[in-house]
């Protein structure tokens, strides 16, 4: 397995985190009492994980200007 397969392979866990965050977010914030720390704190990891995203994609896909 090559740089790149594992960087597209890590990418598509991300991205599973990333969605699943955000449903867990949206149930929190439909629920009667929720919890606006711990939807804070999944909102940062949510971003964090962005960011992580974002660098791979660049790390596999560079924006090369000719």
């Not at 909102?43 to 896909?61: A, V």
């Amino acid at each position: 397995m090559d740089d790149n397969e594992a960087l597209r392979g890590r990418l598509l866990v991300l991205r599973q985190e990333h969605r699943d965050l955000d449903a867990a977010i949206a149930a929190l914030q439909d629920a009667a009492h929720c919890d606006q720390l711990q939807i804070q704190r999944l909102k940062k990891k949510k971003l964090l994980l962005r960011d992580e995203i974002t660098r791979i994609q660049d790390q596999l896909y560079p924006d090369i200007i000719a």
